[in-house]
């Protein structure tokens, strides 16, 4: 369950929530009868309800990245959104644009790729450059190497990379609070954590280098 409530389908909804709901749900409640045509849960668009605004300011990030004006290519662009998700650990994400991926006729080889790219060879020179600025991005904080940008540069124009740049950091912070919240595909407990030690085990075993 996400760790926000949820906003159940009502004639008192927000005009941006009752269009979503229309478009995703059709004539269900999301929240008693959950699920997308993607086959998530869609619990994403049920807690964003809570603030309508917050979800008509997310959905207009969703037209702008899908607008016949943008410049980029949309391989590119669903390169970082993939990478983005993998890169932040955000299943939900990364599992949603692998699926845009295949939808743009992108093969399997690659869409496999993504999570080890810089040991891959099915990736363009292109895409290896918006693959490394995007790790910059996301897991870097932005701090981008010279090289780096100087590849992207040989590749894209300017108007290319700021759409490329506010796309993939938009997706960054999908993929932070959709973890934060534990919507959708990202409603997992933590992997790591500690493992129980044998029984009769004393912490000071640790310094008796005969039980190494």
């Excluded at 005009?15 to 995703?24: E, F, G, N, R």
């Excluded at 040991?119 to 020179?125: G, H």
């Excluded at 740049?165 to 919240?181: E, G, K, N």
Aim: with cysteine.
């Amino acid at each position: 369950m996400p760790r926000l409530r949820e906003v159940p389908k009502s004639p008192d909804n927000a005009p941006i929530v009752q269009a979503m709901y229309q478009l995703l749900f059709g004539d269900r409640d999301p929240v008693a009868d959950p699920g997308t045509d993607t086959g998530t849960p869609g619990n994403w668009w049920s807690v964003f309800a809570l603030v309508p605004d917050a979800l008509d300011h997310a959905v207009r990030g969703f037209q702008f990245y899908r607008s016949p004006k943008r410049l980029i290519d949309p391989v590119l662009r669903e390169l970082g959104q993939t990478r983005a998700g993998f890169a932040k650990g955000s299943q939900f994400v990364f599992s949603q644009h692998c699926k845009s991926l295949r939808g743009l006729k992108v093969s399997e080889e690659r869409i496999a790729a993504i999570p080890h790219w810089p040991v891959a060879t099915c990736f363009s020179a292109e895409e290896r450059a918006v693959l490394a600025y995007t790790d910059c991005l996301v897991l870097q904080g932005g701090r981008v190497p010279e090289a780096v940008f100087t590849a992207l540069k040989s590749f894209l124009s300017d108007e290319q990379i700021l759409e490329f740049t506010y796309i993939t950091c938009l997706y960054d912070m999908h993929a932070v609070m959709s973890r934060a919240l534990r919507t959708e595909f990202d409603d997992r407990d933590e992997a790591i954590v500690e493992i129980a030690a044998p029984e009769g085990f004393s912490a000071a075993d640790f310094m008796d280098t005969g039980r190494r």
